[in-house]
């Protein structure tokens, strides 16, 4: 007879917040955590990506993929993993990898889109990705409509940027809450993408409110 493993338990520590305890005891039970370790990912995050290519197949060998707030590396390692080369930058230092060029900086400086530009012009031969990602997600104030106004912020920022840098057909996917993309973002997008889709992940939380855009088939207007 099978039994459901116990929970570990985490003791509140002095001088440790009750959110921090929160999050330990979260990802002590966590089995995506468990699993990522496993498997050599840097993150759970890896699944989210995992998950997502197994319903659409968007990662093949030869892609050049740029991936917008990628530390700590997780989905730069399942991009490589399938034979894609990737651009990724993020505000956090990232342990290098094979195939993977990245920057160490905050993609909503004025002059990072230039930069990510030039450098996808040494990997591809018309200086175009296929695949644009982004898990970026701003710090959250617990104002829902502030923290929605930041986020979508976030997301239209990636959403103009891979206008400018996607081939013909390929792919953006964003994170994404609450209601994901909405209003006039969402009308922009159906001119420029053929199909377009909000995905939740087995490997996200139930309880997270994230969800991910997943935006195919881009054209150039």
């Not at 840097?42 to 968007?58: M, N, S, T, V």
């Not at 990636?158 to 909405?182: M, N, P, R, T, W």
């Not at 994230?210 to 935006?215: F, G, H, K, R």
Request: with cysteine.
């Amino acid at each position: 007879m099978s039994r459901n493993k116990p929970k570990t338990k985490v003791k509140t520590a002095k001088g440790r917040k009750n959110s921090s305890t929160r999050w330990l005891q979260r990802q002590l039970n966590d089995p995506y955590v468990a699993k990522a370790e496993k498997a050599g990912y840097r993150g759970r995050a890896a699944f989210k990506l995992i998950e997502i290519d197994e319903k659409i197949k968007f990662l093949k060998p030869g892609l050049n993929v740029i991936d917008l707030g990628a530390a700590p590396g997780g989905w730069c390692q399942v991009a490589t993993k399938k034979g894609c080369k990737v651009i990724a930058i993020d505000l956090l230092p990232m342990d290098e990898m094979a195939n993977v060029t990245t920057f160490e900086m905050d993609f909503m400086d004025d002059n990072a889109p230039d930069i990510l530009k030039e450098e996808l012009k040494k990997i591809s031969d018309d200086g175009l990705a296929d695949i644009v990602l982004s898990d970026m997600a701003p710090n959250t104030t617990g104002h829902k409509q502030t923290d929605h106004l930041r986020i979508m912020a976030v997301v239209e920022a990636a959403y103009y940027f891979s206008c400018e840098v996607l081939k013909e057909d390929g792919v953006f996917i964003a994170k994404v809450f609450q209601g994901g993309a909405q209003g006039e973002l969402l009308k922009e997008m159906k001119k420029s993408f053929k199909t377009i889709k909000h995905m939740k992940p087995p490997a996200s939380r139930k309880e997270s409110a994230e969800q991910y855009l997943v935006a195919m088939g881009f054209r150039h207007k």
